[in-house]
């Protein structure tokens, strides 16, 4: 025994020994160890992300089809896409659906104050409201195409016991946004809803106990209480969400054909997609996708300087 222990302390001993610049050999050997096990991040992001970006940002100068030869063509991708009517229109469409976000906030913060309460049955809800969540996109898309069915759909069986007459939901140019925005407010109800309720459960009890003792009405609770000390949770999910309704595909590629009646459902993405593996405009819809990718950094640099602005 007392010679394991004269073998371990002269290990350490010689880990210790220092080096001209004054650091010692663990020193050194803990920073080589650091080093591999940043390296994989380090190597995917060059290799999947940062040189993509640079590539596909050369090929937005070109006229290229994703398989010949790339030629420069300067400007032109971007002139064109100015004077695409189909372009403005995705961009409308794609402000206009997210639209819903604010919404959807709204309903998960009330519905997240209601699950509060701790009252009976909390969990099972939970449950029930996540389960959107963790489920197949493609296959909810497909759910409520059925669902919004102009002939034997289940929303207008339901509108029918009132006595009133459903649209073809998916086929009216006037009524297909409004119907995406709402099952995609479903589609995130859950998500939105647990971590507004997690945040409240963080809001100490005595803030609401001194503010009912000085007279404050529960609207006061919910102006002066609930919302800031919330804040956070919002800024991360507007930020998140504006990311998310940006990018939105799946949606429109499923429940509409060809982006719907008059194009009245197609998104910049689905515009982008259309372009690329329709027209095989590769040059083009990278293009398009910078376009896209500033477009989210601008959105998401105002939503940073207005919450800086709140917080000061």
């Known amino acids: 025994m007392a010679k394991l222990k004269t073998n371990v302390s002269e290990e350490l001993t010689s880990e210790l020994v220092y080096t001209p610049s004054g650091k010692s050999k663990l020193y050194g050997n803990e920073r080589k160890a650091a080093f ?6 380090i190597l995917q992001f060059f290799i999947f992300i940062l040189g993509p970006a640079l590539y596909s940002l050369y090929a937005s ?3 290229w089809n994703g398989l010949g030869q790339m030629r420069f063509t300067g400007l032109e991708n971007f002139k064109e896409m100015a004077k695409d009517e189909r372009f403005w229109k995705a961009l409308y469409n794609t402000i206009f659906m997210m639209g819903g976000i604010p919404v959807g906030l709204i309903l998960s913060l009330l519905l997240a104050m209601a699950l509060n309460r701790g009252l009976k049955g909390t969990k099972a809800f939970r449950v029930i409201y996540y389960i959107p969540v963790v489920s197949s996109l493609a296959a909810i898309s497909i759910l409520w195409q059925w669902a919004y069915n102009g002939d034997f759909g289940l929303v207008n069986q339901v509108l029918d016991i009132f006595g009133i007459k459903g649209p073809n939901w998916l086929q009216n140019e006037h009524t297909i946004k409004p119907a995406i925005m709402v099952m995609s407010i479903w589609k995130g109800l859950g998500y939105s809803m ?5 945040a409240l459960q963080n809001v100490p009890k005595m803030y609401y106990e001194a503010a009912t003792l000085d007279g404050a009405s ?10 800031p000390m919330v804040r956070p949770v919002t800024f991360f999910l507007v930020v998140t969400s504006i990311i998310g309704g ?13 982006g719907g009646p008059m194009y009245s459902a197609g998104t910049i993405v689905y515009y982008l997609w259309q372009k690329a593996f329709g027209n095989f405009q590769m040059g083009y819809a990278s293009a398009v996708a910078w376009v896209l990718g500033i477009f989210i950094f601008i959105v998401t640099l105002v939503q940073f300087k207005l919450n800086e602005k709140f917080d000061n």
């Open 36 to 41: 591999l096990f940043i390296l994989a991040p």
């Open 61 to 63: 100068f070109t006229n």
């Open 246 to 258: 940006s990018q939105m595909f799946i949606e429109p590629n499923i429940m509409t054909v060809d």
């Open 194 to 198: 647990l971590l507004y309720l997690a």
């Open 218 to 227: 529960s609207f006061q609770l919910l102006r002066k209480i609930t919302i």
